[in-house]
């Protein structure tokens, strides 16, 4: 093999795994790797994206995982540089995103000293990651990548990390280059099982699908629509599964559940004598939010198996291949299925409320715009090709609840870890891997300036992304659980911004909806400029104060 150093045996790693980009934030430790990616000649090469902030180009990484179902890269050097990952890996764990995270470090002769940037990175990372290993020999680079990208992406997917001593980059590589895993595929389970579920779905009187974020990848997603094509249950989504349900089956769709309750999923999940639980993960919505006190079977098909709780305590547990699995469970179907009449009356109605629940109310208010109007203005522009993004705050509860997707990953949620500011990046990452469609995404005044400096990474790479800002002067989600739970506010009010003229600083385009300008028309502008456009929305969250009141007691804790 040509003689390489371990700067360009990760590089060459990177292009044996087939990985399209690699986000970062150069340093010194580190910037051996930056030099090698920037300069290589083999067109194979990662393109390079330069972050403002490593929390952030973790984040973009994390939308790759996501969007891709590939391990998004992300680079940046030792200390603190390492230290501002944490964030985004632990989100990226938390809700099944594949990263891995390459670290810069001090030299190995500097490890074991009180020296510039050292710290015991893997020791930080370890909790935050599904695997943390230091690298002491560049003939390990290669290796330890690939065992890094592979397990990343095993179920349950999420962040790997590789802290790698300046000198090892430096150090030449003797070995050669791991060639890209194989996939792995799950088989199926025992089809005695298989035939248990069955059963169980003819003998229940209201079987319900609760989707959660392991059943929102594409082959998944297709495997439930062909299951509902030839056994058509009434799915509940959870906020990460969204998109699951398409066009064709939007009579099977009954809401997302999380956060609030009593909403048209709760009340069929409570009123279910069997739960199908498909991908479902605790952290988007734990078991006694929804099946405390409940009565009726659950059964449980996943990847993984689930964590066992005193309120979670499936039936029976279906691991395996989900799509697979499902596929041999509707075989089982073939003389068709049918719900009963009172069934269908009983459905009928939640379908009702759903439709009844997303219509704005009329406002006299000329300065604010309810929640409701621009969910609705924006549906009304979003087909099925694009890709939104949402950040977490009052907002958050008010595009769950009521923006509806009909393919999967196209509309993306923070719900595991709740962390501000993934909107913008995860946009950003969109744009890359979805080109030549249009990408939204959405944040409170609070959450957007946590990001909001990626604006530059977006303009410098030309991205198609229209940036909506609900904006109120408060971190609202707060807000209104303060005043729930003591009646008044404390700690989250912030002094006004012009992002306008915030976005116009970067280069891109700002625009601001008023009394001149309605939400409508300057939606339409937005729509129709090309690069980046943020859309500041003064926004009226009195509603608010009513959501509070269907919060689930446990999310005040």
């Known amino acids: 093999m040509t003689e390489m150093n371990g700067a360009k045996a990760i590089t060459q790693s990177l292009i044996n795994h087939d990985v399209q980009y690699v986000f970062g934030i150069p340093g010194a430790k580190v910037d051996q790797l930056f030099d090698d990616l920037q300069y290589s000649k083999d067109p194979k090469t990662p393109k390079l994206i330069i972050a403002r902030h490593e929390q952030n180009a973790a984040f973009m990484a994390s939308g790759i995982g996501r969007l891709t179902g590939k391990p998004g890269i992300v680079a940046v050097t030792s200390g603190p540089g390492v230290t501002n990952l944490a964030t985004g890996l632990v989100t990226a764990t938390a809700e099944n995103d594949p990263i891995v995270a390459i670290g810069g470090q001090v030299k190995r002769d500097d490890l074991a000293r009180l020296t510039h940037q050292s710290i015991a990175s893997t020791a930080l990372m370890a909790p935050t990651t599904k695997f943390t290993a230091e690298i002491q020999d560049a003939n390990n680079l290669s290796e330890a990548f690939s065992n890094a990208y592979q397990i990343s992406m095993q179920a349950k997917k999420g962040a790997t990390f590789l802290s790698v001593p300046q000198n090892v980059l430096s150090d030449t590589v003797t070995r050669p280059v791991m060639k890209a895993p194989k996939p792995v595929r799950q088989g199926i389970p025992d089809p005695i099982d298989l035939k248990k579920l069955a059963d169980a779905i003819r003998s229940a009187k209201l079987p319900v699908i609760l989707t959660g974020m392991r059943a929102s990848d594409d082959e998944t997603a297709a495997g439930i629509r062909?299951?509902?094509?030839?056994?058509?249950?009434?799915?509940?989504?959870?906020?990460?599964?969204?998109?699951?349900?398409?066009?064709?089956?939007?009579?099977?769709?009954?809401?997302?559940?999380?956060?609030?309750?009593?909403?048209?999923?709760?009340?069929?999940?409570?009123?279910?004598?069997?739960?199908?639980?498909?991908?479902?993960?605790?952290?988007?919505?734990?078991?006694?939010?929804?099946?405390?006190?409940?009565?009726?079977?659950?059964?449980?098909?996943?990847?993984?198996?689930?964590?066992?709780?005193?309120?979670?305590?499936?039936?029976?547990?279906?691991?395996?291949?989900?799509?697979?699995?499902?596929?041999?469970?509707?075989?089982?179907?073939?003389?068709?299925?049918?719900?009963?009449?009172?069934?269908?009356?009983?459905?009928?109605?939640?379908?009702?409320?759903?439709?009844?629940?997303?219509?704005?109310?009329?406002?006299?208010?000329?300065?604010?715009?309810?929640?409701?109007?621009?969910?609705?203005?924006?549906?009304?522009?979003?087909?099925?090709?694009?890709?939104?993004?949402?950040?977490?705050?009052?907002?958050?509860?008010?595009?769950?609840?009521?923006?509806?997707?009909?393919?999967?990953?196209?509309?993306?949620?923070?719900?595991?870890?709740?962390?501000?500011?993934?909107?913008?990046?995860?946009?950003?990452?969109?744009?890359?891997?979805?080109?030549?469609?249009?990408?939204?995404?959405?944040?409170?005044?609070?959450?957007?300036?946590?990001?909001?400096?990626?604006?530059?990474?977006?303009?410098?790479?030309?991205?198609?992304?229209?940036?909506?800002?609900?904006?109120?002067?408060?971190?609202?989600?707060?807000?209104?659980?303060?005043?729930?739970?003591?009646?008044?506010?404390?700690?989250?009010?912030?002094?006004?911004?012009?992002?306008?003229?915030?976005?116009?600083?970067?280069?891109?385009?700002?625009?601001?909806?008023?009394?001149?300008?309605?939400?409508?028309?300057?939606?339409?502008?937005?729509?129709?400029?090309?690069?980046?456009?943020?859309?500041?929305?003064?926004?009226?969250?009195?509603?608010?104060?009513?959501?509070?009141?269907?919060?689930?007691?446990?999310?005040?804790?």
């Open 226 to 557: 062909h299951f509902l094509k030839k056994v058509p249950l009434p799915v509940v989504e959870t906020y990460q599964s969204a998109g699951v349900i398409s066009h064709d089956l939007e009579d099977s769709y009954f809401g997302r559940v999380g956060l609030f309750r009593n909403q048209p999923g709760d009340l069929l999940l409570k009123k279910s004598d069997l739960v199908i639980a498909v991908g479902y993960d605790p952290i988007e919505y734990e078991a006694r939010n929804w099946n405390h006190d409940r009565k009726g079977q659950i059964i449980n098909l996943d990847s993984v198996l689930p964590e066992l709780t005193a309120d979670y305590q499936p039936d029976l547990i279906l691991q395996g291949n989900i799509a697979a699995s499902l596929e041999a469970v509707s075989d089982a179907f073939a003389l068709g299925f049918t719900l009963s009449a009172e069934t269908n009356t009983y459905l009928d109605s939640l379908r009702h409320k759903l439709e009844k629940r997303d219509v704005p109310p009329v406002s006299d208010n000329k300065d604010l715009v309810h929640p409701l109007s621009i969910v609705q203005e924006l549906q009304k522009r979003v087909d099925d090709s694009m890709t939104v993004t949402v950040d977490v705050g009052s907002h958050y509860i008010w595009m769950a609840r009521h923006f509806r997707s009909y393919e999967p990953r196209h509309l993306l949620f923070s719900n595991g870890m709740q962390t501000l500011g993934v909107a913008l990046p995860w946009a950003i990452s969109a744009a890359l891997v979805r080109p030549n469609t249009q990408i939204v995404s959405v944040s409170g005044d609070g959450g957007f300036l946590f990001s909001g400096q990626e604006l530059e990474t977006a303009v410098r790479e030309h991205l198609n992304i229209v940036h909506l800002i609900w904006d109120d002067g408060y971190y609202d989600m707060v807000r209104f659980q303060e005043k729930a739970k003591y009646g008044r506010e404390s700690g989250v009010k912030f002094g006004p911004v012009d992002f306008a003229k915030y976005a116009e600083s970067f280069g891109a385009t700002g625009l601001r909806v008023d009394r001149d300008h309605s939400l409508s028309e300057v939606l339409d502008q937005a729509f129709a400029t090309d690069g980046p456009v943020v859309v500041d929305i003064p926004v009226d969250y009195a509603d608010n104060a009513e959501l509070a009141k269907e919060m689930l007691p446990d999310k005040f804790n």
